[in-house]
């Protein structure tokens, strides 16, 4: 099982100021995700990378941006944070496995814009 | 459009009783399936996974079977206990997905004492 690690676990900002949501992995996994969860429904992929130097929007539409500098480290940003970017932040990482892929979460960023 | 469907939002079982969660697909290219589990303020916990060339997979309480002609997947807990309180996701990858997980919105399970 994968040890991932996101940070901070909670977040209260006032709108406008920039945040950056961290999350690391110890597993050397190529794949790393960032998902968007609202209470009582799906989780959404927000961005992807394959690896280094290799980030991917997802399904759904973000202001947000990530980069992949290192393999263990996939953080996410938001250059100015608005009410609507309250939401639970969720990580995961995968081992590359042509399709057929177990994703391992971290615990969540629970991030409240006021 | 949903491809993964949970249509039941919640369940209430006894302790000690069966818990069927459900999932329906509409993707006849998913070929790959996971069970997620759910605590409040937590991410999500990998329970168990099944490949398209199999119709069940088990591991201990749980049970996971997948029926691709009726697009339907089930994850059986037996016994269910207080502890397996939560929001399970159902999940799938294949075809164009590439690897990525489409998830359903979950169903929350209650198991009373």
């Known amino acids: 099982e994968a040890d991932i690690y996101q940070t901070p676990r909670y977040l209260v900002i006032g709108t406008g100021k920039k945040i950056t949501l961290e999350c690391s992995q110890t597993m050397g996994h190529d794949k790393m995700y960032w998902y968007q969860q609202d209470p009582g429904m799906e989780l959404h992929l927000i961005h992807y990378s394959y690896g280094v130097n290799s980030t991917e929007k997802g399904d759904l539409s973000s202001e947000s941006t990530v980069s992949r500098i290192r393999t263990e480290h996939f953080p996410l940003t938001l250059e100015s944070a608005r009410p609507s970017h309250t939401s639970q932040y969720l990580c995961?990482?995968?081992?590359?496995?042509?399709?057929?892929?177990?994703?391992?979460f971290g615990p969540g960023t629970r991030l409240l814009v006021l | 459009d949903q491809q993964v469907k949970q249509n039941s939002p919640s369940l209430s079982v006894q302790e000690g009783r069966i818990s069927i969660l459900n999932c329906d697909y509409t993707n006849s290219m998913f070929d790959y399936f996971l069970w997620y589990k759910k605590y409040p303020a937590e991410g999500p916990t990998f329970l168990i996974s099944i490949s398209s060339i199999k119709d069940k997979n088990e591991d201990g309480r749980f049970t996971v079977f997948l029926n691709k002609s009726a697009k339907h997947l089930s994850l059986h807990i037996v016994p269910s206990q207080p502890g397996d309180s939560a929001v399970y996701f159902c999940a799938a990858t294949g075809g164009r997905s590439q690897g990525n997980l489409i998830f359903g919105k979950g169903t929350k399970l209650s198991v009373k004492p």
């Open positions: 995961a990482s995968s081992e590359a496995r042509g399709g057929r892929e177990t994703q391992y």
